[in-house]
């Protein structure tokens, strides 16, 4: 959450402080500290129009005493002897559960959530509905730890369109005691409706997200086999194990570093950790089974796993190239066999028209081609490693990623790791280290597998070469000039220095 600006035009900055066009000029000449109108309101003004940012009027006016019961209603200055609040109960609003405080300043309704524009939302609805429960201020949570407690942000109901930045502690001073507070997944209406004033915390289980469910699901599902379905289960409950840690840092994190706290609600941590699987073959296994499967089921739970952790998937980067002929893509592309899709090329497509779904014979890479306008184009999962078959590196060919000839006729898209891609020629990200080492790494073993976590180890005068390249090519460079180019130290240029 954030603090939503809102501008004021002449007229309103008036309203708000109850003056006329000569009391404003009278006011900017009589205090030094008063804000300034903004240089670059962008479309929020009129050219030559003045407008002022809300919230810094707002707490000027609440600190000034001339006009300090105009401003701000928690920024005030709190009387010395301040009579002691009392809480009002549970209240439902539009943007979630809240309690009331009854205080000196009026009533304070504090909503338990941290969406943005809460306060403000909740404000305006109560004015528009004539405000009955006689509201003052509400707060929402800004979402972390402020100098007093949870950082809070208010709207004052004579003017809900304003927000500014509240702190915990002057609202609990306000009503008189130390103010409840529940861990963002325990932060629900059954929950806080429980609580009252000497409550204990309750101790609650963490919701299944969403993802969880959708694994869960999965899981149960017959059509999968045990291997599967316990790959299933352990990314549920990684996921569990995950937003369980998560309450409970919150819970530490909040309740150490505030004043005036109440813990509202703990996890359940009775049954915490759950299993989870350490062998990572056995997970490439199962999610292996999993994207070879047509069940939708299986695409759901592969796009989760790809955007969790893609390292669990037997796939490199996915590789986006225009389909053109007589290029080396064509060539590769001749020796792709038509399928059915399947989990995997479902990932691969996302929301986008496919016109052919392929697999790749030697490598067993899902691919699909695409057209868009009049540009056809393949979309496709780079190997983790191409087939040890006993031949050599012949030649490497730089068009749009990055390309690999071999001894025995061969071509593949050169191999790489999940999390990195080799494409040539657009600039996102491209790194000629990276594709230094995939090519160093096969002249040397052609079936090896790519690591690119120390990829500026590479030899320099392998990735010089490439950095000479034109992009996005085609760019043909043969083996002999590849190993040329590993032996050679080029010299150093005084950027290096």
Request: proline share 9%; charged share 20%.
């Amino acid at each position: 959450m954030s603090v939503t600006t809102t501008y004021l035009s002449k007229t309103e900055v008036q309203s708000l402080l109850g003056v006329t066009a000569f009391g404003l000029w009278r006011i900017t000449r009589k205090y030094d500290d008063f804000p300034t109108p903004e240089s670059d309101p962008g479309p929020f003004a009129t050219k030559d129009e003045e407008v002022w940012d809300g919230t810094e009027v707002y707490r000027w006016t609440a600190k000034t005493p001339e006009f300090g019961h105009r401003g701000a209603a928690l920024l005030r200055p709190l009387p010395d002897d301040l009579p002691p609040g009392k809480w009002a109960g549970y209240q439902d609003t539009p943007q979630g559960p809240a309690l009331d405080w009854h205080t000196a300043l009026g009533t304070i309704r504090l909503v338990h959530t941290t969406k943005d524009q809460a306060a403000s939302t909740v404000a305006a609805d109560l004015t528009q509905r004539g405000n009955p429960d006689e509201v003052t201020t509400v707060c929402a949570l800004y979402g972390d730890v402020g100098f007093s407690g949870p950082a809070l942000v208010a709207a004052d109901t004579a003017h809900p369109a304003i927000e500014y930045e509240a702190q915990w502690g002057a609202v609990a001073q306000l009503a008189g005691q130390d103010l409840p507070w529940w861990p963002g997944l325990l932060r629900s209406a059954q929950l806080i409706r429980q609580w009252h004033p000497g409550a204990p915390a309750l101790v609650a289980e963490v919701p299944a997200s969403p993802r969880e469910q959708t694994l869960r699901r999965a899981a149960a599902n017959n059509v999968f086999d045990a291997a599967a379905q316990a790959v299933l289960t352990d990314m549920a409950n990684d996921i569990r194990n995950d937003r369980v840690r998560d309450a409970e840092h919150d819970v530490e994190i909040f309740g150490r570093h505030s004043t005036h706290i109440v813990i509202g609600a703990r996890p359940d941590t009775s049954t915490h950790p759950l299993p989870t699987i350490d062998d990572r073959q056995v997970l490439a296994a199962g999610w292996k089974t999993i994207a070879a499967s047509s069940h939708p089921d299986a695409v759901t739970a592969l796009e989760l796993a790809l955007a969790r952790d893609p390292r669990l998937l037997p796939f490199g980067a996915l590789t986006k190239i225009a389909l053109r002929p007589g290029t080396i893509a064509e060539q590769w592309a001749r020796r792709l066999t038509p399928c059915d899709p399947t989990a995997a090329h479902a990932a691969l497509a996302g929301d986008r028209p496919v016109d052919a779904f392929f697999i790749d014979p030697l490598t067993d890479m899902p691919a699909l081609r695409t057209t868009t306008g009049d540009t056809a184009g393949l979309r496709f999962y780079a190997p983790l490693a191409l087939p040890s078959t006993g031949a050599k590196l012949t030649s490497v060919v730089l068009d749009g990623t990055v390309w690999i000839k071999t001894s025995d006729g061969q071509v593949h898209p050169a191999p790489c790791t999940p999390n990195e891609h080799l494409w040539w020629g657009d600039g996102w990200g491209d790194k000629p280290s990276e594709a230094a080492t995939v090519i160093h790494t096969l002249l040397d073993d052609l079936g090896a597998t790519i690591d690119l976590r120390e990829h500026w180890k590479t030899p320099r005068g392998l990735t010089t070469l490439l950095e000479k390249q034109a992009k996005p090519g085609p760019t043909e460079i043969a083996r002999h000039a590849l190993l040329h180019a590993r032996m050679t130290t080029p010299p150093r240029s005084p950027h290096d220095d």
